[in-house]
């Protein structure tokens, strides 16, 4: 398989697991029965990959691609194209294991929610994060529900043919047809769907789409355990990333978090850094600039960002005013959105 062929087979996979479109610019495909291949090639888009579970030879492997294992058994790997291994994992277990490889974290019974809300809270109030979800090879399952960013047509990107013929809206989804059924009735019927129903059939949608709705801070959590992969390990015991458990210029616990997209303040050794997880750029910055920073990212607003800075700078309102415009300025110029609305 040509390396092009492996970077689709990755990010097709990535939107499987996920639940986030756009990997691939067609929907990706699980088959559990191999009997259904043909049926699920039926629905392939000319840039649909489909995989199919105990089968396949290769022979089309432009669109189709031979996975082995287990996809749903904990412990278990999930083997795909011969080379890419996955482990599943419970949420439970994560804290306990060391991550050897590319590790699916998937949240599916209440236990594991309550562990995720509970954790993501500490996360907030101290600055304590689970470390193994800190590593590159931690991928969570449902990521697209996590993030609340799905699109009206995400749950077409993905569908799980399970072994009787099912046809669902991802491994744990919505039941959205059966084999047989036109592409077209199952668009329809995906469409209808709320995002919460990527996880229908394992656990109660409706409690985790309002627990979810009660923090709404989730998706900067998950941007700031993204952001902890750009820190060398070796200097992580000594950082904190700055809206978590600590603020620069004495924000609210209780504050609202800024968008996921905004750019990150990390201290550490006393030094302030802006780390823009959208392009992997750092810039060191002093700690006046840094509670400016974090102050416009929180408030969203030049001028409320500059009165709740202005008591921690030890200046007025006006020079604070003055000195957040040209800090949020230098870094328009820079290309960096502070605000993270991009």
């Known amino acids: 398989m040509k390396l092009s062929q492996q970077q689709a ?8 697991i996920t639940g986030i479109p756009g990997r691939i610019p067609d929907h990706a495909i699980f088959v559990e029965n191999p009997e259904h291949a043909p049926y699920a090639k039926e629905l392939a888009g000319e840039q649909s990959i ?18 082995s294992g287990f996809f749903d058994v904990v412990g278990e790997e999930l083997l795909v194209a011969g080379s890419l291994s996955l482990e ?11 991550l050897m490889g590319v590790t699916v974290v998937r949240i599916t019974t209440s236990e594991d929610w309550q562990a995720f809300f509970d954790d993501a809270e500490e996360a907030r109030r101290s600055g304590h994060f689970v470390w193994q979800l800190t590593e590159v090879n931690a991928v969570f399952a449902e990521r697209g529900l996590l993030d609340g960013g799905q699109g009206v047509d995400s749950p077409l990107a993905r569908l799980h043919i399970a072994s009787d013929g099912t046809v669902l809206s991802g491994p744990y989804g919505s039941t959205v047809g059966k084999a047989g059924d036109s ?5 329809t019927r995906c469409l209808a769907l709320e995002p ?11 409690a985790v789409r309002d627990s979810l709705g009660a923090r709404p ?4 959590y998950l941007a700031a355990l993204d952001a902890w992969k750009f820190i060398p390990r070796d200097d992580r015991s000594k950082a904190t990333i700055v809206g978590f458990g600590a603020s620069v210029y004495g924000a609210s616990p209780t504050d609202d978090l800024p968008s996921p997209r905004a750019p990150f303040i990390i201290h550490s050794d006393g030094q302030y850094t802006l780390l823009d997880t959208t392009s992997g750029r750092t810039f060191r910055v002093g700690p006046d600039a840094a509670a400016i920073i974090e102050a416009l990212s ?8 500059a009165s709740a800075v202005a008591a921690a700078l ?7 005013e003055e000195s957040t415009r040209a800090v949020l300025e230098q870094f328009e110029r820079a290309g960096v959105d502070v605000f993270g609305a991009g």
Do not use: K
């Open 217 to 220: 801070w989730i998706p900067r």
């Open 314 to 320: 030890g200046v007025s309102v006006a020079a604070a």
């Open 88 to 98: 599943v994992q419970d949420y439970l277990a994560i804290p306990f294991i060391s």
């Open 196 to 206: 919460e129903s990527a996880l229908a059939s394992v656990c109660d949608a409706e």
């Open 298 to 305: 929180n408030l969203r607003h030049l001028q409320l960002a």
């Open 9 to 16: 087979v990755g990010a097709a996979m990535d939107q499987w």
């Open 50 to 67: 489909v995989f199919v579970l105990d089968g396949g030879n290769g022979a089309d492997e432009d669109t189709v691609v031979p996975v």
């Open 183 to 187: 592409l077209a009735d199952i668009r």
